[in-house]
């Protein structure tokens, strides 16, 4: 799963991906930076659960719409 949101007013982004490592586990990577391309910052987060990062990225969302952004993409990956 991938989310992306954009802040129209100061040009900044933020993406979200919630996916299962090598070995089953889970974590989030979190991506932001302005859209300028210039000092963006990566976090890999593990979770315990696919569903605690589905948590994680509800609260992730209510935090980056309170700040200005708004959400622009979803993707969604098949399961193998």
């Known amino acids: 799963m991938l989310l992306h949101w954009r802040n129209k007013q100061n040009a900044r982004y933020y993406t979200v991906s919630l996916q299962?490592?090598?070995f089953g586990g889970w974590a989030l990577s979190?991506?932001?930076g302005s859209g300028e391309g210039k000092n963006g910052r990566v976090v890999h987060q593990p979770v315990a659960s696919e569903k605690d990062g589905l948590l994680a990225i509800r609260d992730i969302s209510a935090r980056r719409e309170a700040h200005g952004y708004e959400l622009v993409d979803v993707s969604f990956q098949s399961r193998r």
């Open 20 to 22: 299962q490592d090598l």
């Open 30 to 32: 979190l991506f932001w």
